[in-house]
DNA sequence: CTGTTAGCGCCTTCAG
DNA sequence: CTGAAGGCGCTAACAG
């Protein structure tokens, strides 16, 4: 496929005067080399333009600077946001991150991970504790450490980096109740494959029962989160039932939309019924009305996970479950 | 760094008793194989729970199932946009994409299509047609085909995908000039980095020029595009001058932004001041009143960039430039 | 249909 | 401080 059109080690030692591996030395500043023979070398790097082959070098190091990263999705800035935390951390580290997109099915997950392994990458960072036991298997075998990112509600392999989402749909309820609201209403969205979306919803639902109360009504979308399905959501939920005073939404996307809903629906938020959210994104906080909601920190998690792997880049490392936490936003909607 | 404990050809090989390049054909359904020796190693590849090392593979056959992807930003949903088109063609192909980000620097650019180049992709993917001359030197040297995904103002190295920008800009004078507007405003974020803003607003104030026009106040960020700059931005402008009847913004966020400025105001959309986009993100289409923008489409522009190295793989190939065009969504706001 | 031979480009190891 | 030999795991090319 590729034309053999580049130039190898041999090529730039020849021109230099030296040998291969002199100029191995010099690329990699490993060991010692005198400061005229680097020169030399370098000056003769530059003017050929030569780019080394990572992939025999790879090979013959056994050890790449590649991290295959598995997200769910990159329709929603919440992974991007994740993304670039690793790439914060990764950013002057030489290492190189590899991505691959599951679209939420972990039969798609196991194929990258067996896809990314086949690269032999220094790391692997995927996202939640839920695989199949075939993608856990090869992630065990693969001797490399393992970050699982976003969720601490199970037990991980090696690294878990994120934050109890049972917790925060449990102090949702709390943090509400507080605030003098009794009647409760929900919009989500497809629980069965957002996992961490289902952990919120439990752990809320089972803080409305601590607190002696129950969901009057809720709308459930069979599909992913948006804007546009949060307001028609909301839309529904209330014509079915009117005299909620607080509507839970299943993320940020979909409470906007509820926001939006209340716009061309003549309702003030809060004032007339409450709204609350998750994560924490940007177009909530502008909004008119600040989005009540809790902040995820993404960011961080990302940046958190790939610091923890290039600390001690070695498995079997010490295994690990970070908390990022999360902050409630009193924002003005709730 | 990485443990040696994982299987090679060699070990397929000898517990199924046949020869390394049996297996090796066999994996990569090549040449023609006993079905009862496929079975056989087959069974044994799944017992051993062998993965191949692709790394020796691209070492040996001289190209890879890697595709570089090199973007200017994650932080906003259109590049995140891009990537999906990407990964939706190249999903049942066998390749995969490596990402860089670039932060909109060509500095980092440069270092990074050298670290992608090094991986031996079998094509490279990158943003925009303006890229420091090292950067072109290596690319045109790889050998490997090259596309030049979003904007189609300047000749491509390879192949180019995207939409004129600059026309984009021109027809938002017209369109909004049809339309009755007359006192134009611009609010806009850092023209530096964002080429493609840049030529947007070029072809807008000329435009303006050509019909006679000029803009009578501008406001001018520093930074990167956000929803809470517009909002802010826009009350600057506001301020300043009080008589616009129309303000054209970088982007969508931007310009939602700008609607949040006008509910929180008191100011109505369109009936006392018009707001004009770029994108057609979701987020505007979501608003109480549909935001007016241009869509730019950049599921189209990844898949079909990607669709088109996959036909033709081979450089050098066909230089093309494909024009994915824009719509101009009327909304509401203008 | 299957096997043998000879590298791919670089890095590790061991000598100078 | 520099070099020579050998091999990483796989596959192209050529036998049988």
């Not at 599951?102 to 220094?122: C, F, G, I, R």
């Not at 009504?217 to 014509?239: M, V």
């Not at 839970?248 to 906007?256: G, P």
């Amino acid at each position: 496929m590729n034309v053999k059109n580049s130039y190898t080690l041999a090529d730039v030692a020849l021109r230099a005067e030296v040998s291969e591996i002199t100029v191995s030395r010099v690329l990699r500043n490993k060991a010692s080399v005198a400061d005229k023979t680097r020169e030399r070398v370098l000056a003769v790097v530059r003017q050929m333009g030569y780019v080394p082959n990572r992939v025999a070098g790879t090979l013959a190091s056994a050890g790449s600077n590649l991290i295959g990263v598995v997200l769910p999705s990159l329709s929603n800035i919440v992974f991007p946001d994740v993304l670039r935390g690793i790439h914060a951390s990764l950013a002057s580290s030489g290492y190189q991150p590899v991505i691959g997109v599951t679209d939420y099915d972990m039969n798609t997950e196991e194929e990258l991970v067996a896809s990314l392994l086949s690269w032999q990458p220094a790391a692997m960072i995927v996202s939640g504790l839920h695989h199949t036991d075939y993608t856990v298997a090869m992630l065990k075998r693969s001797g490399v450490r393992i970050a699982e990112l976003m969720d601490i509600d199970s037990p991980p392999l090696d690294i878990a980096v994120g934050m109890s989402h049972r917790q925060a749909g449990y102090d949702t309820a709390m943090h509400l109740h507080k605030r003098g609201y009794r009647r409760f209403g929900y919009v989500g969205h497809d629980r069965e494959r957002d996992e961490r979306a289902a952990r919120r919803y439990e752990g809320f639902r089972e803080g409305l029962q601590a607190l002696g109360l129950s969901l009057i009504g809720e709308a459930t979308l069979d599909g992913p989160s948006s804007t546009q399905a949060g307001r028609e959501l909301l839309g529904q939920l209330l014509a079915q039932h009117a005299n909620l005073d607080v509507v839970v939404f299943s993320n940020d996307d979909m409470a906007v939309g509820g926001v939006f809903h209340c716009f061309a629906a003549g309702i003030k938020p809060r004032e007339d019924l409450a709204l609350f959210g998750f994560n924490g994104l940007d177009i909530g906080q502008a909004l008119p009305q600040p989005l009540s909601t809790i902040l995820s920190r993404r960011f961080l998690i990302g940046k958190t996970a790939a610091e923890m792997i290039l600390q001690s880049p070695d498995y079997p490392g010490q295994p690990t479950i970070c908390d990022t936490g999360y902050d409630i936003v009193e924002g003005e909607t709730a």
